[in-house]
Structures are given as C-alpha cells and as structure tokens.
C-alpha cells in the first residue's frame, strides 16, 4: 500500500523535472478538508496524507480551451479518488490505491484506467513494517516506520489515475464544484522492500511518461503492456525514520532523517535481512 509520502519540492522544481507545460497550481480548486490544509497545498510537504491536496502531472486540454491542444500540466488534485458516481466525496477516502490486479476491472478505476492517468510526483514514500520480534504496549508486532526513494536521487513518478466529481445541482462552470482526485496503483513488493511491506507504489520511469499520460492510449492491453513494464527491481534504497510520521499532523524534513541504529527495536534491515536491536 502507499498511505503516506513525501513531495518536498517546489512547483517550478516540478515544473522541471516532470516537463510540464502548464503549471496551474495556482488555480482555484476545491479541498474536502474542513480545516485549511497545513503546510498549504503546493507547498513542500515532508507528509502527504490521504484528503490532502497535493501536485500531479496529467495531460489534458487547458480549462476552457477543450479544443486546444492537450498539454502536460502540473495541478493540484485530492489525493482519495472520487468516482464520478460517487453520492458524496467521502467515498475518496477508502480509494486511496488501486492494485494493478484490478485495477482494469473493477467499476470505480476502469474508465479512469483507459484515459486519465497522471504522475505523482514524490521524494519517496513511508512505508510501516511489523516487528517478527518485538511488541507494542498492546501485545502486537511493533511497527517501525521507514522511508524509502530512489537510490540515485532522479525524480521519483508514482503511477496514478484521476477522475472528476462534481457536486450536485452546483454550477459547472464554478470550478468549486468540482473535485478533482487521484488515487496511486501499488503492486507486489520486491525484493528487499517486501522485508519492510507486501506491496509498493507502482514508480514509472521517465521512458515511460509520455505513454502513460497520453489519454489517446486507450486500450486495456496496451495499459497492462505499460504496467508490466514499470516493474524494475534495485532502483530503491530504504531507512527506518522516526515514529513522528505516524502522526499526520508532524512535519518538516526531520521526518526524513535517518533513525540511529541503535534506536531500532526489533526492526529488520530491508537490505541484509538482520534483525536489528531485537
């Protein structure tokens, strides 16, 4: 799964790595949190939680200008996806991830899987492993969190899809009435990252960008072929962060700082299999 994730650089750092033609971040869009989002959205966020706003690349037509051209544009969506059919948004918050099992199947993703897919753009994500040892207060295996990114430090894309839900009776033109949202497609973890969970995030190389934003690429196959593609192992490196993520409200790149090894209890070291501090 991918519950929590790090997106710390700015929209023009964005605006760069991704090669996006249209940075509209700055256009108004329409949050489903009650409170005003913290830090605020667009800006480098060391915790990304599901309901937050955050960046994605798509390619689509500007707004208002459907005849245009489709460009690649950088935009600001609700992470939780929201199926046009949904009676209310909260349904987005149990369709966080997609798996890429199902992924062409199942009613809430197929359409947006056939012609709205987008990149998130991340540092990397965290990812909660269960002790084989140790316990928590309550008897159960404790749960060390650690991050994860790319061992060569190029811009880390997460497969996504999006979709378009507006509220009813509300004018289309109002683009309030809208939420826009996004969901991330995980898979089976690797080897190595599977000694920390049993799935990931699906990372798409830069090879393969254009094909999986282009909304012209329709075919359930030629999704699949793109999927199957994605998946190359080694590309990671991993590292046990402190338990301070695991409250949504904690922040800052502190969270990114690796835990000292002899801080760990009962944790086991992704690369070599060790226990550590057991």
Not at 41 to 68: F, I, M, W
Request: hydrophobic letters at 40%; one cysteine or more.
């Amino acid at each position: 799964m991918c519950g929590r994730y790090a997106a710390t650089a700015h929209p023009d750092e964005l605006v760069e790595d991704y090669e996006v033609d249209l940075d509209a971040t700055a256009e108004p869009s329409r949050s489903v949190l009650k409170n005003p989002q913290q830090p605020p959205p667009g800006a480098p966020d060391h915790n990304v939680a599901p309901s937050k706003q955050a960046p994605v690349v798509l390619t689509r037509a500007p707004r208002g200008a459907e005849d245009a051209a489709p460009l690649r544009q950088l935009r600001l969506l609700t992470w939780g996806l929201v199926p046009s059919w949904a009676k209310d948004p909260s349904v987005g918050a149990r369709m966080t991830n997609a798996r890429v099992e199902s992924v062409l199947d199942k009613p809430a993703f197929a359409r947006a899987a056939a012609g709205r897919r987008c990149l998130v753009p991340v540092t990397g994500w965290y990812e909660w492993q269960a002790s084989p040892v140790a316990t928590d207060a309550k008897g159960r295996p404790r749960k060390q969190p650690f991050f994860i990114t790319r061992a060569d430090d190029a811009p880390l894309a997460l497969a996504g899809l999006y979709e378009f839900w507006k509220e009813p009776d509300a004018p289309a033109e109002d683009p309030l009435s809208w939420i826009v949202s996004y969901t991330i497609l995980t898979t089976s973890a690797e080897p190595g990252l599977d000694r920390i969970h049993d799935r990931q995030p699906v990372a798409l190389d830069p090879a393969l960008w254009d094909d999986w934003l282009d909304p012209a690429l329709t075919s359930p196959d030629e999704v699949r072929s793109l999927l199957d593609a994605s998946h190359v192992p080694g590309r990671f490196r991993a590292w046990a962060v402190s338990t301070a993520v695991n409250s949504s409200r904690s922040n800052g790149p502190a969270l990114l700082d690796p835990l000292p090894r002899d801080q760990l209890v009962g944790a086991v070291d992704p690369a070599t299999g060790e226990v550590l501090g057991g």
